[in-house]
């Protein structure tokens, strides 16, 4: 009787221990189970910003906080799946998922601020070209370029918004090329004096001998009228 007792109490013992295991590998994955379509969602983002931040590396992009913490418990998650003598971490695993998903909107804020700004500081003197471009977009010898540029602005102004990729940094460079080629042709009188007409009206004392004459040598006088009224800007003496 004894002996069937104690062969009772370790048959019991040993169902509530396996029950138990059952239990624990259900949750374990029903854990990795989340973790995965989070992950799933994720990487395919943060792999995005690891394509941009590689197309500027060295250039415009020289990287933020190395994130060591978050790397460390990634590997002890890794060691964790790895040793199927070890429970798996869980209350680990559902940290690293966060801090992965709130790695991601600030990652991307920061890597689309420094490319604007970077954008600006290659483009910017050809943005604000573009109404000079417009007025004199039939003047004779510079009318190609102008067209070239204000396209390639064009495109730009689309890729600014997105994150970078190799073609945004070709097309950085056509912009400068273009922007070169421009101002070569256009004398700086002109340029000035295109430029505040553009923008709300020039000063008559900046429609100089150089000005007028440069506008009629390449038929541009045609695009330009004098109304009354108060310049917005220009020489004043």
């Known amino acids: 009787m004894a002996d069937g ?5 370790e048959e019991t013992r040993t169902a509530v221990e396996r029950a138990g295991n059952t239990a624990r590998a259900e949750a374990e994955f029903n854990e990795l189970k989340d973790a995965a379509e989070t992950i799933d969602d994720v990487l395919p983002k943060l792999a995005e910003l690891r394509t941009a ?3 500027g590396r060295g250039v415009w992009w020289f990287g933020l906080d190395t994130y060591e913490s978050l790397l460390a418990d990634l590997a002890t ?3 964790s799946l790895d040793d199927r003598n070890r429970d798996l971490d ?7 998922t966060r801090r992965l998903v709130r790695l991601e909107a600030p990652l991307r804020e920061s890597v689309m ?3 604007r700004e970077y954008v600006s500081s290659r483009a910017g003197g050809a943005v604000d070209l573009q109404e000079l471009m417009q007025v004199l977009s039939g003047a004779d010898g510079i009318a190609d370029v102008a067209k070239e540029l204000r396209a390639a602005l064009g495109r ?7 994150l970078p990729d190799a073609n945004a940094l070709e097309l950085l460079d056509e912009v400068d090329s273009l922007l ?8 700086e009188s002109v340029k000035e004096f295109v430029s505040v007409a553009a923008r709300g009206g020039a000063s008559l004392e900046m429609l100089d001998s150089e000005v007028r004459q440069w506008l009629v040598d390449n038929g541009a006088a045609h695009n330009f009228k004098v ?10 003496g």
């Open 90 to 96: 869980t209350r680990g695993l559902r940290t690293v």
């Open 5 to 9: 007792g104690l062969l009772w109490i």
């Open 113 to 115: 601020a420094i490319w």
């Open 156 to 162: 730009l102004g689309r890729l600014e918004r997105n």
């Open 53 to 55: 931040a590689d197309a």
């Open 180 to 187: 070169e080629s421009l101002e070569r042709r256009l004398p």
């Open 227 to 236: 109304v009354p009224g108060r310049p917005q800007g220009g020489r004043r």
């Open 77 to 79: 998650i890794e060691h």
